[in-house]
């Protein structure tokens, strides 16, 4: 069998053993995209204290990873459909784990050992944005219409196991040592590299433009935004500084959009007098035989965009998006932050803190397949408010028995929170892909994965200055308590502040001073400054995700149907089929049958 007869084969046993084949070695290729948003977090103090960085150079170390996966993930998928699926796992998986070694060779030394770190932590997330959307390409287009829903109802649902698991695979491997975190990625990709060798993924490239100028606005944008909010724990809230980043990075996101949706509006004001043709269509030939390209086209990405921006016109598309912009702050940051609270202010080890965060992932196993039934039977709706009430009341519960310093009190509501957010996830995502009328899966799914992870870089960058500040106030306070001068304790509170995320015991001074005695005797203390700057972030999490449950209000509530359109009933249920399958369904260019959640 060629690779091209191997598109939409498989009703044979020889073809089903050759797609769960290639399907395996997809989710172990992506397996490594997914665990390390989340894996980096649990060993934060101990490469904190190891490498001497700071709070908020370990705090870039983890969203240059998220940061890049998000304003790259769009290109990656658009490289994959032009140069090739096959060739982009490839690519996507040798850059991570060439990044991964490097990460892992990271000498100890501050401020060169901070700047490497965060450097190849970045080209993770490059490696990342090629490999992941270019294996689910692989996916879809391995698989025939009538068994494509259940592969990647699969896809997925590994894909939010691995996420939530990562820091309890963390807690382990640190046990170890930290770097281990990273060396794991290795024989992973060695395993999926040899599996993609034997399924014999199909490569199938196409002749078409890649959106450049719009990727270079996209990364610019999302990059000066990120930069100011997280930079602001430095600067300060009120620095010029912090706030020309963030307004040029939201001009430049604005210009993105702008761009994007120029070559695919009707703007009769574009186009030379007594043109007729839509968007997207090339004018009539000219004397050359060559089609002319109109000023709409010169002027945008025409046919190509790399995001199909048109689909927030749809308007429960607009609000399924919006839910998951403000319930994503809530989701992947919640494990940098549980991890060092833990560590931190309740003095465990990496393991307990991974056993803390278990809470979270079984609250969020248990309602991520009752999310799936509940959006069967009732709609996307119902679900979305319910899912993100459970999570604002989980977040908000929990944040109140932060300072209590006891894990057997807090338990409860860390798996109230992790159910929060399980219950919400599969109904919005699920429904943004329903609602995409004229998108395929692989586009729908650009937009979603970038609006979700961009999302939470800005909900690291943010929280992680909000603990910051918080911090460096109560410690200030509690030093000008003790009789240091204001300015002084603002001085040596933001110094421990920064330096907090590692283990407490690691910050005893040794000097002789008064602010070394005073500061010795005051770590106690620090600890649960630690612990009440915390609650602060993780009532910011509620309020991000009541925010969205104010979103699921605007609902329209009724799903698209193809088979029953009107009826709020099965809106695509993960592992379904939506519609009957089609010759159009099994062709390579055609949109998957749309069940599960992007």
């Known amino acids: 069998m060629d690779d091209k007869s191997r598109i939409g084969a498989g009703g044979d046993g020889a073809g089903r053993r050759a797609d769960a084949l290639t399907l395996t070695a997809m989710v172990v290729a992506a397996s490594m995209t997914f665990i390390d948003q989340t894996i980096v977090a649990i060993a934060a103090p101990t490469i904190v204290h190891e490498l001497g960085l700071t709070a908020s150079g370990m705090q870039w170390a983890v969203n240059a990873y998220l940061l890049t996966l998000a304003a790259f993930f769009a290109l990656g998928g658009r490289l994959a459909h032009v140069f090739g699926h096959r060739l982009m796992v490839i690519a996507g998986t040798l850059v991570f784990v060439v990044s991964s070694i490097l990460c892992a060779v990271v000498p100890a030394g501050g401020d060169v050992a901070q700047g490497w770190l965060i450097a190849f932590r970045a080209t993770q997330g490059v490696g990342a944005a090629l490999?992941?959307?270019?294996?689910?390409?692989?996916?879809?287009?391995?698989?025939?219409?009538?068994?494509?829903?259940?592969?990647?109802?699969?896809?997925?649902?590994?894909s939010a196991v691995l996420t939530v698991l990562g820091p309890l695979l963390g807690g382990w491997l640190t046990a170890w040592t930290w770097r281990a975190i990273f060396w794991i990625n290795v024989p992973v990709a060695a395993v999926a590299l040899v599996l993609m060798a034997k399924a014999r993924v199909p490569h199938v490239a196409r002749r078409e433009p890649v959106d450049v100028p719009g990727a270079v606005l996209v990364a610019v944008g999302m990059a000066l935004t990120?930069?100011?909010?997280?930079?602001?724990?430095?600067?300060?809230?009120?620095?010029?500084l912090t706030w020309l980043c963030v307004g040029l990075g939201l001009l430049v996101l604005a210009l993105f959009c702008r761009y994007e949706l120029y070559g695919l509006s009707d703007l009769g004001k574009l186009r030379a007098p007594g043109e007729r043709h839509g968007p997207g269509e090339a004018e009539p030939p000219g004397a050359s035989g060559r089609p002319r390209l109109s000023k709409l086209s010169e002027r945008g990405p025409g046919d190509h965009p790399l995001v199909p921006l048109r689909l927030f016109k749809d308007r429960a598309f607009a609000v399924d998006a919006a839910v998951l912009f403000f319930a994503m702050p809530a989701f992947v940051p919640v494990f940098f932050f549980g991890s060092v609270y833990a560590q931190v202010s309740l003095a465990s080890s990496p393991q307990q803190a991974g056993l803390y965060l278990l809470y979270f992932f079984v609250g969020f196993v248990i309602t991520y397949q009752w999310g799936s039934r509940f959006l069967d039977v009732r709609g996307a709706k119902p679900a979305i408010l319910l899912g993100t009430a459970l999570g604002t009341l989980g977040f908000a519960l929990w944040a109140s028995k932060l300072t209590d310093h006891s894990m057997h009190?807090?338990?409860?509501?860390?798996?109230?929170?992790?159910?929060?957010?399980?219950?919400?996830?599969?109904?919005?995502?699920?429904?943004a892909a329903n609602r995409a009328a004229g998108a395929s899966y692989e586009e729908v799914t650009a937009l979603t994965q970038t609006v979700r992870t961009f999302s939470a870089a800005l909900g690291l960058a943010v929280f992680g200055t909000i603990l910051t500040h918080v911090t460096t106030d109560r410690m200030a306070s509690t030093l000008g308590s003790a009789g240091v001068p204001s300015l002084l304790a603002h001085s040596v509170g933001h110094d421990i502040a920064e330096r907090f995320t590692g283990n407490g015991g690691h910050l005893v001074p040794t000097g002789t001073g008064p602010v070394d005695r005073i500061t010795r005797d005051a770590i106690g203390v620090f600890r649960l400054d630690f612990a009440e700057a915390n609650r602060a972030v993780f009532y910011g999490m509620a309020i991000s995700l009541a925010v969205a449950f104010v979103c699921a209000l605007f609902h329209p509530g009724h799903s698209r149907h193809p088979d029953r359109p009107g009826r709020p009933g099965r809106p695509g249920r993960p592992g379904r089929l939506r519609k009957k399958p089609t010759a159009d369904d099994t062709g390579?260019?055609?949109?998957?049958?749309?069940?599960?959640?992007?």
């Open 131 to 158: 490999l992941f959307p270019a294996a689910l390409a692989v996916v879809t287009e391995t698989f025939p219409a009538e068994r494509r829903g259940r592969a990647l109802a699969l896809f997925f649902g590994w």
């Open 588 to 598: 390579t260019d055609s949109a998957p049958g749309r069940n599960t959640a992007p």
């Open 409 to 431: 009190d807090q338990w409860p509501y860390v798996a109230l929170a992790g159910a929060g957010i399980g219950f919400l996830l599969v109904p919005a995502s699920t429904d």
């Open 226 to 240: 990120v930069l100011g909010f997280q930079q602001a724990a430095n600067w300060g809230w009120s620095a010029a």
